[in-house]
């Protein structure tokens, strides 16, 4: 199940360039599909999406938008889900809730939301920073968003750790209302809600959701940023909307890069590869290794565990399709080959890990050292597992507490600074023939408020 490609061969070359081109996903083909359900969402609201939800989820939607709060009161009853699981799933949850909180309030101290540092005579900042220089206060403002939207996948599975993943970094970020898109939540999905501080529940999946979250209903007011990933319709409706409202990236299926020497142990390699591979038919299962041998000998793991997997069609169709085992002649090339193909997560299963992490400058999370499951960062570790697929951690990244501000900037000038730069202005402005702007430099420093013998007090 796992072609190897020995570096130096032709095959080698040409599956390693069609990889860094492997994308997020075609979207072009559920294009104009996605951008029907939009249009008739915004024209037909509340029963546009109720239509969808019989066409493609085969259902009805009893309440289409819940509040938190008790069942009895018409919420959607998160706090009793949660007292409806068995107890250690229940456990297991809040564990994961509390780990994963805990990580995003020390990013939320280390990021711009920390606490601000401010100058004396500046507004009050929450977060963000000023200073004086030269008589003329700058600053950086930074606020929560104020209204989200957080999708979690409900389709072929669900996905209760997703909600944990999206909807806590938002909360810990300050956010006061975060709507979750879920076609029919199931109780641990709806007690993940609850953990995470989910305010509104929107009970439909697909285009529809992501249509209904950025343009509003009656009953759902517009959000500012919708977040989360989910199949090619959601990817798609997100990329249509965008512009409109924000959105976090777009998230294609699961990958994993398994980077292994002689040293690794072939069967928690193949693990790993395969605790992806389980995700989606389309996702990628990738090993780059300096030995041969042990390219093989994972292969053959592969293999042997096939069959006692429950979910072997999805693993045989990700792997028969998307496998690929690259075998290089160096442990620098190990780190090239990551950093070119910017993988969402990259397994260390080398001596020295934390020494090739700090080679490769692009990938989503690094799993280091061969103690260190995929699946812990999918479920417990802390850091959100929305993270950059199809090559896209060139420039994105995990979703994060950064994810859920606003940014303004502030500026104040004294009269002595506008004696001395008002000039400078003048000429950019009038360099750009833009005559008024120099216009209202130019009767401010004619004005009597500038001059401070006339006005009293100045402020420099
Ligand atoms: N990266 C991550 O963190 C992460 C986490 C969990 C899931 N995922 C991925 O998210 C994806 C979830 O996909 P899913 O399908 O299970 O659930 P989903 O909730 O994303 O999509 C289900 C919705 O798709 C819509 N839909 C289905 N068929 C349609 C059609 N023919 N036309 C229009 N709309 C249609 C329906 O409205 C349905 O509600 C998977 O690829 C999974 O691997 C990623
Ligand atoms: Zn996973």
């Given amino acids: 199940m796992l072609p190897i490609y020995i570096e130096g061969s032709p095959q080698f070359e040409s599956t390693l360039s069609a990889l860094r081109t492997r994308g997020t996903g075609d979207l072009a083909n559920v294009t104009p599909a996605v951008t029907e359900i939009i249009d008739n969402v915004r024209r037909g609201g509340t029963s546009a999406v109720l239509g969808y939800i019989e066409k493609f989820e085969r259902r009805t939607s009893k309440a289409l938008v819940r509040h938190a709060g008790p069942e009895a009161e018409g919420g959607f009853g998160g706090a009793e889900a949660l007292a409806r699981l068995p107890p250690e799933v229940r456990a297991a949850l809040e564990t994961a809730a509390a780990r994963i909180a805990r990580y995003h309030e020390r990013q939320r101290d280390a990021g711009d939301l920390g606490p601000a540092s401010v100058t004396a005579n500046g507004p009050a900042l929450q977060a963000g920073f000023s200073y004086e220089e030269e008589g003329v206060l700058l600053g950086m403002r930074v606020r929560p968003l104020r209204r989200v939207g957080v999708y979690a996948p409900g389709g072929k599975a669900r996905y209760p750790s997703s909600v944990l993943m999206s909807a806590l970094p938002a909360r810990i970020a300050g956010v006061q209302e975060i709507v979750l898109a879920s076609p029919s939540a199931d109780d641990a999905t709806l007690a993940a809600a609850h953990l995470s501080g989910v305010t509104t529940l929107l009970d439909s999946g697909g285009a529809q959701a992501i249509a209904a979250l950025a343009y509003g209903l009656p009953e759902l007011a517009p959000v500012d940023k919708i977040v989360g990933p989910g199949n090619a319709y959601v990817a798609c409706a997100k990329k249509l909307v965008f512009g409109d409202v924000s959105i976090d990236g777009i998230t294609g299926p699961s990958e994993i890069l398994a980077l292994a020497d002689e040293s690794a142990d072939p069967r ?147 009269g002595a600074a506008l004696r001395t730069q008002g000039p400078i202005i003048e000429k950019l402005a009038l360099a750009e023939g833009l005559q008024a702007h120099a216009r209202a430099v130019s009767l401010r420093l004619a004005s009597k408020a500038i001059d401070p013998a006339k006005r009293g007090t100045s402020q420099s």
């Fill in 268 to 414: 928690l390699v193949a693990a790993d590869l395969l605790s992806q591979a389980e995700h989606d038919e389309a996702s990628y299962a990738l090993l780059a290794t300096t030995s041969a041998k042990l390219a093989e000998a994972v292969a053959r793991e592969l293999d042997a565990a096939l069959p006692e997997l429950t979910r072997r069609a999805i693993v045989e169709a990700s792997l028969s399709t998307h496998a690929a085992a690259l075998v290089v002649g160096s442990r620098a090339r190990l780190a090239e080959i990551a950093d070119q193909l910017a993988v969402e997560h990259v397994a260390f299963h080398v001596a020295d890990a934390e020494g090739l992490f700090s080679e490769i400058g692009t990938l989503g999370a690094a799993l280091l050292g061969d103690l260190t499951p995929v699946a812990a960062g999918d479920y417990l570790a802390g850091p959100s597992h929305v993270l950059p697929t199809g090559g896209s951690a060139r420039f994105g990244a995990p979703l994060g507490v950064y994810d859920f501000v606003t940014r303004a900037s502030l500026i104040r000038y004294s």
